[in-house]
């Protein structure tokens, strides 16, 4: 069994108010977790958030990185300067990045590349819109983003958000995760990383919750959970966890 990992992604949200309350709940809640944590702040907030978790078993991450290590790139931050901050983590592929910025699955890849050569665990974010799923093609979509979007020798976990369950309040029914997931572990087998036995986490991600948590972190092939809005609630985040 892997040990569930929860990763809450503040997306632009927050600010030091709180960074300090979070970091101070979830430090005096850490030593009764039994699950990973991370904290996925806003760029600005992460030497923070990092530094107020620090001795403690919480990691921070990034919410994305340029793929090359420094350069010309206005606005942009390099996965190494993300561990400079002190980040073990960092989110790449976002829906919301795909989306607003043209995010293609090769580039995720050397995104991905770019963040374990930096010393960051990648967690690369996959799923299909509503328009995808309603014609019934979730399958051939999530396959090709494993495929293009995965670098060999991934190390790193995957999260299977399905576009349409995020931010909704409408989060995938459990069979159909399962169904989705077990699918994905298939195709993790294909491209060579389970190695006969599991060892890439498979996280859900989409309107997870305090009260649904539970349900879904119980379900076959779910290895955690990636959480937005409920992981900018302290005690909500830590119910999850
Ligand atoms: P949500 O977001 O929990 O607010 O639906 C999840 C995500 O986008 O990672």
Redesign the pocket.
Same mark, same amino acid.
């Given at each position: 069994m892997l040990r569930k990992l929860v990763v809450g992604?503040w997306k632009m949200n927050g600010s030091l108010d709180l960074v300090r309350a979070m970091t101070a709940e979830l430090q005096s809640a850490a030593p009764d977790l039994t699950c990973d944590l991370v904290v996925c702040p806003p760029a600005t907030l992460l030497f923070e958030v990092a530094r107020a978790l620090a001795g403690s078993r919480i990691g921070a991450g990034g919410q994305d990185c340029h793929e090359a290590g420094n350069g010309a790139h206005t606005g942009d931050i390099s996965a190494a300067m993300l561990r400079e901050a002190g980040a073990s983590w960092v989110i790449l592929g976002?829906s919301e990045r795909r989306s607003a910025y043209g995010e293609t699955d090769s580039m995720v890849r050397r995104k991905a590349v770019a963040a374990a050569a930096a010393g960051l665990k990648p967690i690369i974010c996959i799923g299909e819109t509503e328009q995808e799923r309603d014609a019934g093609r979730e399958a051939e979509v999530i396959g090709a983003q494993i495929r293009g979007s995965i670098p060999e020798g991934f190390d790193g976990v995957i999260a299977y958000?399905p576009v349409w369950?995020? /931010?909704t309040g409408r989060s995938a029914q459990a069979q159909d995760i399962a169904h989705i997931h077990a699918f994905i572990r298939t195709q993790l087998e294909q491209i060579g990383l389970e190695h006969g036995g599991r060892n890439t986490r498979v996280l859900y991600?989409?309107?997870?919750k305090a009260d649904n948590a539970g349900l879904i972190l119980a379900t076959q092939n779910v290895d955690g959970v990636?959480? /937005?809005?409920?992981s900018l609630i302290p005690g909500d985040f830590i119910a999850i966890a």
């Amino acid at each position: 069994m892997l040990r569930k990992l929860v990763v809450g992604n503040w997306k632009m949200n927050g600010s030091l108010d709180l960074v300090r309350a979070m970091t101070a709940e979830l430090q005096s809640a850490a030593p009764d977790l039994t699950c990973d944590l991370v904290v996925c702040p806003p760029a600005t907030l992460l030497f923070e958030v990092a530094r107020a978790l620090a001795g403690s078993r919480i990691g921070a991450g990034g919410q994305d990185c340029h793929e090359a290590g420094n350069g010309a790139h206005t606005g942009d931050i390099s996965a190494a300067m993300l561990r400079e901050a002190g980040a073990s983590w960092v989110i790449l592929g976002h829906s919301e990045r795909r989306s607003a910025y043209g995010e293609t699955d090769s580039m995720v890849r050397r995104k991905a590349v770019a963040a374990a050569a930096a010393g960051l665990k990648p967690i690369i974010c996959i799923g299909e819109t509503e328009q995808e799923r309603d014609a019934g093609r979730e399958a051939e979509v999530i396959g090709a983003q494993i495929r293009g979007s995965i670098p060999e020798g991934f190390d790193g976990v995957i999260a299977y958000e399905p576009v349409w369950a995020i /931010g909704t309040g409408r989060s995938a029914q459990a069979q159909d995760i399962a169904h989705i997931h077990a699918f994905i572990r298939t195709q993790l087998e294909q491209i060579g990383l389970e190695h006969g036995g599991r060892n890439t986490r498979v996280l859900y991600g989409g309107s997870v919750k305090a009260d649904n948590a539970g349900l879904i972190l119980a379900t076959q092939n779910v290895d955690g959970v990636l959480v /937005g809005g409920a992981s900018l609630i302290p005690g909500d985040f830590i119910a999850i966890a």
